[in-house]
């Protein structure tokens, strides 16, 4: 019986293998007839469906806001570009595609190759740049012939355009591509490789609300890589629209007075610290960098010896020269070292020690008081005043006054100039301070350092009282709509460490220096405004102090540079400007001119405006 058992359930378990074993086989005999159809039956149908078919996404990049002036002009704007790029995937057979194209965009199938295989971000599947900016009739021919460019497409977007080329290059800045590093430092969201930032300028400091935000779409593509449709799209986030404070026609007025000359003007509004003009000499076309600089003109840029990629009016730092005897004066008055009758005698020169200081003035001016030596510029009256203070004193006056540091305005590598002490020349050099160097420090010579920038600060405080501004460049910011986002306030940044009393006796002083018969920027004395200024020249290479030495007989770049400080109208100024011209050789005869066309074009026009406003109100308070 038990045998009989164990017989039925060995019968039982091999039907169910061979069942089993049946099942499996037929599986693999359906697999294998299915494969045999979709390969060799339906393949080539298949093939031919996939590869007119595919799904690919395309980025949107967002329009960069624009940048206008504080009036609302337009200075910067973007216009369509119509940019080439090439997928090597969808281009095959790639030599006859590059070759075919070559003709139509002018540019030698060598030179398209190492575009190609130079592009960092290299992929056969993702499309590859390789010209810019084509121009309409290259955009007619690839048109026309696209059916025999597989892989070939044309993209239009939007190219930053500087409108008026060079036009305050320095303050607005340029675009460029994005670099490894800057992708890497994570301060640039959103981008990728060849997308351009702002790398000068406010485009710089502004970049993350001019940028915006990229968009994309999902798109169908046939064998050519030509779209079918659009799946879906998400639209661009554009950038925000930033006014600047400049003032356009003062700018345009400013760079055309530093046509052919090396310097910088700096013009801003003394109760607000608002940046009306910032023009530096020579300048750079900034729609050169935006396609990307080439090699030759980029060298050509840093090689120039007269630097025109420097921002002369925030980096460049120059003796003051005898502006900085503005500085010398408060700090003689608000020490008590002298008052409003001090006089000194200056018969041309100053024997200090066994050393010989001269006046500009060789006949001297005789009897001098604060606002006659402010007025004429006498060394020899702040030689004894300079002496009498002595180097610490005068150095704490200036860093009080600003200075010596950086004023904050929102561009980058400022300079902070210098204002040297005792202890300073110790350390850096490891020889006392000498008195007799004093002499020379208090007519603004010497160590002494400062950049316009901090002179047209110092000079609005003159001018407003004695608050120091920090400088603005921005006025707004608004979407594309108009709506405003952020409006700058004017932030005091400090104050000048003197009484009234001793500032307007210096105001005095300077006022004279534009008016009174004497004064040294006499010459550009206005019949309907009244400027106060003061005219400085620094030198270049030291001298002996009785060597005379005239800049006729002087090389170019070895004169002395020109300076001039200035604000108007003098009872409630308005604008605050700072010129220097480089080896302009004496501040009355090269830069006060340019100071005075500087303020007559903005006060002329802010008088037309208002009267154009008054007559309006006038007319509207009638009706």
């Keep these: 019986m038990i045998k009989y058992l164990k017989t039925a359930d060995s019968e039982w378990y091999k039907q169910r293998i061979i069942s089993i074993m049946i099942c499996i086989l037929a599986v693999f005999v359906i697999l294998f007839v299915r494969l045999i159809y979709l390969q060799v039956i ?64 002018q540019v030698s199938p060598s030179d398209l190759m190492s575009t190609i295989m130079n592009t960092r971000d290299f992929s056969s599947y993702k499309p590859i740049l390789v010209k810019q900016d084509i121009g309409r009739n290259a955009l007619a ?9 597989p892989g070939v497409g044309v993209k239009v977007n939007l190219r930053r355009n500087y409108i008026t080329h060079q036009y305050a290059a320095h303050l607005i800045g340029y675009l460029s591509e994005i670099n490894s590093d800057e992708l890497k430092s994570g301060n ?12 000068f300028g406010a485009e710089k400091t502004y970049d993350n609300l001019l940028r915006g935000k990229r968009g994309g779409k999902q798109v169908e593509v046939n064998a050519n890589g030509q779209v079918v449709r659009v799946l879906k799209t998400v639209a661009s986030i554009p950038g925000h629209n930033i006014y600047l404070t400049l003032d356009q026609d003062v700018q345009m007025k400013s760079e055309e007075l530093l ?85 000194f005698e200056c018969p041309g020169f100053y ?29 020899v009256f702040f030689y004894q005043l300079g002496q009498k203070l002595g180097v610490d004193r005068l150095a704490w006056y200036a860093k009080a006054s600003g200075l010596g540091s950086a004023t904050g305005i929102h561009l980058d590598h400022e300079a902070s100039g210098l204002i040297p002490t005792a202890a300073w020349k110790q350390k850096r050099t490891g020889i006392p301070w000498q008195e007799g160097e004093t002499l020379s420090l208090a007519i603004g010579q010497g160590f002494n350092l400062a950049t316009p920038l901090q002179m047209a600060v110092f000079t609005s405080a003159i001018a407003n009282g004695g608050k120091r501004y920090k400088p603005l460049i921005i006025d707004t910011i608004k979407t594309l709509d108009d709506r405003l986002l952020h409006e700058e306030a004017p932030k005091v940044i400090g ?11 210096v105001k005095e002083g300077l006022w004279q220096v534009v008016n009174s018969e004497k004064g040294t920027a006499r010459r550009i004395r206005l019949s309907r405004i009244q400027i106060s200024g003061k005219t400085g ?48 050789e004496h501040g009355s005869g090269a830069a006060a001119p340019i100071a005075k066309e500087v303020i007559k074009t903005y006060l002329r026009k802010e008088s ?13 308070g009638s009706g």
């Design 42 to 105: 339906i393949g080539e149908e298949l093939r031919r469906i996939s590869l007119n078919n595919s799904i690919r996404l395309q980025s949107i990049d967002p329009p960069r806001g624009c940048v206008y002036d504080r009036k609302g002009k337009l200075l910067v704007d973007n216009r369509p570009s119509f940019d080439v790029s090439i997928i090597l995937k969808d281009a095959e057979p790639v030599e006859q595609t590059i070759e075919k194209l070559s003709e139509y965009i």
């Design 141 to 149: 021919a690839l048109e026309v012939h696209k059916h025999d460019l």
């Design 188 to 199: 640039y969201p959103g981008c990728r490789s060849g997308d351009l930032i702002g790398k």
């Design 259 to 343: 046509e052919g000359v090396a310097g910088a003007v700096v013009a801003m509004e003394p109760t607000s610290g608002r940046i009306l003009a910032l023009a530096s000499s020579p300048t750079f076309d900034q729609n050169a960098f935006v396609g990307g600089i080439s090699r030759d003109k980029w060298a050509s840029l840093i090689s120039n010896p007269f630097r025109p990629m420097a921002n002369r009016a925030i980096q460049g730092e120059y003796p003051p020269g005898s502006t900085y005897k503005i500085i010398t004066a408060l700090a003689g008055l608000e020490e008590g070292v002298i008052d409003e009758k001090t006089i």
């Design 351 to 379: 024997r200090f020690g066994n050393r010989v200081y001269r006046c500009w003035k060789k006949g001297g001016h005789g009897k001098v008081e604060i606002i006659k030596a402010l007025a004429e510029s006498c060394d």
């Design 495 to 505: 104050k000048l460490p003197v009484s009234q009393h001793s500032l307007n006796l």
């Design 537 to 584: 020249t620094s030198q270049v290479i030291s001298r002996k102090d009785d060597e005379q030495i005239a800049e006729e007989n002087m090389a170019a770049h070895l004169k002395s540079h020109a300076w001039f400080v200035a604000y108007a109208p003098s009872d409630v100024p308005r604008i605050a400007v700072s010129v220097v011209v480089e080896h302009g």
């Design 608 to 620: 037309t405006q208002y009267q154009i406003v008054t007559q309006k109100q006038r007319q509207e």
